[in-house]
């Protein structure tokens, strides 16, 4: 996220060629920081694939001039920069610093054709970051997908040449719809633990219902250059573990909302940030919880890892489950935090606060995320349409426990939380704890097997019956039924022993496996 003052439209279209508008993967890894735990996080690409680094960044891949770069995806912010020089890019003759939550890029702006999710862009403005604080060493850029009207170097460009990649896009080509979908993923697949998906005016067949969900209108800043996606939480709109909601009042200055947080959503922050009465809501009551100050990181929730808890976000009376593994953060060697992280906003733009929470890659996971940018795109047509946020949940609550208590009851301290189970949809199978077996019959293998017992069953019956026929009809009609105890020498095969029944006693059921106990914060301990 990035705080910065006005910028002028202008009227400029850019030059912009469609390869061939695709999804960008978005797939995560672990990475070294410098600071382990930064409040940045990022995206990786194509069908631009997210990757998440160590902080859990999301990471896509883009090209300038034919050299592959992996950058963070950041809708906190508006500007392009990458960390190496790029081949035959031409200099602007303007240096500029880009501010961020935890760091900052410095260097001469340049410009050069790049390729992102299938477009290809011509004279595209960048930062040539020679000097950079608070990212990790293995991210080669960052690309902001902010409203234009916060990007610095269209600001000092003064040019709607030099706006940012996806109002280029945008502007280019009216047939595009304006939106970008982003989905931050978790995976049972050691090998792609963070996927994600990235696309451009397009969503995932998997999720198209996010297109019907309602439209939460982006809200206005009045600081000029402050403007972010940010949009209106119901009204008390956070159920707490205790099942309660939070009474939460906003502090926005001069808001008509006076009840209603309003949120930036910012796939830049791997921790959201909330007020600190509502992380005191979220863990104040939780056995052996401390707040605690952490290098890296600051204030924080200090939680045990075997500490279950539940929330629920309301948008438009929508509820958005968290999975408890991204309430209830991992960061190795058995210590764990709250990942609603408390902070104040003391520190305003001219004195005016212009919103309570920034909810990062800790709620975003669990919901598919639509910005429709409408109006905000650089010199859209009047009568275009206001800019809209829309949001689908994609957690299974239910599900969302058993991966927790898989997780960190069964000690998975090699793969992280973020590995658990896929419970993002209400029809995801729920996951199993068991793990005598880790090789499954394909569903095709077992659908023949049960197939043939049943055809053996049929086969054996109808054999049964044919003869059972066939003998009756050899019996005399005339012939006396079989009577116990009378007075004859033999019976027919096929009638019953004579007190012919036999008691049949059931094996008992095997006691159940023993299920782990773990601990919730409204449990017995009270």
């Known amino acids: 996220m990035r705080l910065f003052p006005l ?3 202008f009227g400029f279209l850019a030059t912009l060629n469609i390869v061939n508008g695709v999804h960008l993967e978005l797939c995560g890894k672990t990475g070294i920081s410098r600071s382990k735990f930064q409040r940045r996080t990022s995206i990786s690409g194509l069908q631009s694939t997210l990757k998440d680094d160590q902080n859990i960044n999301y990471i896509t891949n883009i090209t300038l001039n034919g050299q592959l770069f992996g950058v963070l995806v950041d809708t906190g912010s508006s500007d392009l920069f990458v960390t190496s020089q790029v081949s035959g890019a031409v200099d602007q003759h303007y240096r500029t610093e880009i501010g961020y939550a935890s760091g900052d890029a410095a260097g001469e702006v340049f410009s050069a054709t790049m390729e992102f999710a299938g477009y290809r862009i011509n004279a595209q403005y960048f930062i040539f970051a020679n ?7 293995s991210i080669n850029g960052l ?19 030099a706006d940012p990649p996806l109002d280029r896009i945008f502007r280019s080509n009216h047939t595009i719809p304006n939106f970008v979908a982003i989905l931050l993923d978790r995976s049972h697949d050691p090998d792609e ?4 998906d990235l696309a451009i005016g397009e969503v995932l067949t998997k999720y198209e219902d996010i297109q019907t969900q309602p439209r939460h209108p982006v809200t206005s800043v009045m600081v000029p250059g402050n403007q972010h996606w940010m949009s209106l939480l119901d009204e008390n709109g956070i159920i707490g573990p205790d099942g309660n909601p939070i009474t939460i009042k906003t502090q926005v200055t001069n808001t008509s909302y006076p009840n209603n947080a309003t949120v930036v959503f910012d796939t830049g922050f791997t921790f959201p940030q909330v007020p600190s009465y509502v992380a005191e809501a979220l863990y104040g009551n939780v056995p052996g919880a401390a707040l605690t ?5 600051g204030e924080i929730w200090a939680l045990p890892c075997d500490q279950e808890l539940n ?7 929508i509820e958005f489950p968290i999975h408890p593994l991204d309430l209830n953060f991992d960061r190795g060697n058995n210590q764990c935090v709250g990942a609603f992280q408390p902070f104040s906003y003391d520190d305003t733009e001219d004195g005016k606060v212009m919103y309570d929470m920034v909810l990062g890659m800790a709620f975003l996971r669990n919901a598919y995320l639509l910005i429709d940018f409408g109006s905000f795109v650089d010199g859209a047509h009047s009568g275009t349409n206001a800019p809209y946020i829309q949001l689908l949940p994609i957690t299974n609550a239910s599900d969302a426990s058993v991966d927790f208590i898989r997780v960190r009851l ?7 939380e973020l590995t658990s189970v896929d419970s993002h949809s209400s029809t995801t199978t729920t996951a199993t704890t068991t793990t005598t077996s880790n090789s499954k019959l394909p569903l095709w293998a077992i659908g023949v097997i049960f197939g043939v017992v049943i055809s053996v069953c049929l086969l054996g019956i109808c054999v049964y019956y044919c003869c059972r026929r066939s003998r009756s009809q050899r019996v005399s009609p005339t012939q006396a039924a079989w009577v116990p105890y009378a007075p004859q020498s033999y019976r027919p095969l096929y009638d019953p022993t004579p007190q012919g029944a036999y008691d049949m006693h059931l094996a008992p ?7 782990p106990e773990y601990r919730s914060a409204w449990d017995a301990h009270y």
């Open 7 to 9: 910028l002028f439209p």
């Open 131 to 137: 000097s950079t604080d608070g990212f990790t060493q």
């Open 143 to 161: 690309i902001g997908l902010g409203p234009y009207t916060s990007s610095v170097i269209r600001f000092i460009a003064g040019t709607a040449a």
């Open 193 to 196: 633990p963070y996927p994600g």
């Open 293 to 297: 100050s952490i290098a890296g990181i």
């Open 311 to 317: 929330a629920t976000f309301l948008f438009a009376g």
């Open 410 to 416: 069964n000690n998975d301290t090699n793969v992280d």
């Open 509 to 515: 059921n095997a006691n159940p496996a023993h299920a």
